[in-house]
Structure formats: structure tokens, C-alpha cells
């Protein structure tokens, strides 16, 4: 199995690590790319990070994958690639709601 690290630092250090060059250079819109990036890994970091604490951190136990993580960081570049600015509340919904389920 591939158990998160503990801690924040180190779940954004694996995340990090699993991006290549490519896909961090890969967008056009390369400064908001980037940092909706961070913000998608920081995100997903804090809610691994949070299934530790069971049910003080979550009322029913949810299993996140990298799965999660990967389709969003792909749905990020496709939006910003295909629109003319940043389409925040898509971004949003499709990420919250659609990848993550709901469950956040």
C-alpha cells in the first residue's frame, strides 16, 4: 500500500514529488497554473492530513486517493487552457463537489 506521509509538509512534499517538469511548465497560463496548484496540493494535503484525528477530523472516515488529486490538477489545466480567464466557480464546484464528493 502507498499510506500518506505525516504531516503537512510532508503530504506537499509527495505531492510535489509525483509532479514532473512538464506538467508543472505544461500551461499556457503558467502563473495562475502554478498557483492554483499549490492550492490544490495544499488542499489535499490538509485533508489527509486531517483523517488522523478520526472522528474529530471527519464525521464518517473517507479514503482520498492521489486519484483525486491527479483528475483535478488535470481538470485546472484543461479549464485554464480552454477559458479565457480563471473559471473559479467551476473550478470550485468541479473540484469540491465532483472529485472530492461532496465530502469536504
Known sequence: TNEPPKGLRANLSRTFQDITTEIYEGCSKS???????????????????????????????????????????EQVQMYLESQPGVPWITLKYIIAEVNYGGRV
Open 31 to 73: 502563473r495562475e497554473y502554478k498557483k492554483l496548484l499549490y492550492a490544490l496540493a495544499f488542499f489535499h494535503a490538509a485533508i489527509l492530513e486531517r483523517r488522523k484525528f478520526g472522528p474529530i477530523g471527519w464525521n464518517v472516515p473517507y479514503e482520498w486517493m492521489d486519484s483525486d488529486f491527479q483528475v483535478s490538477r
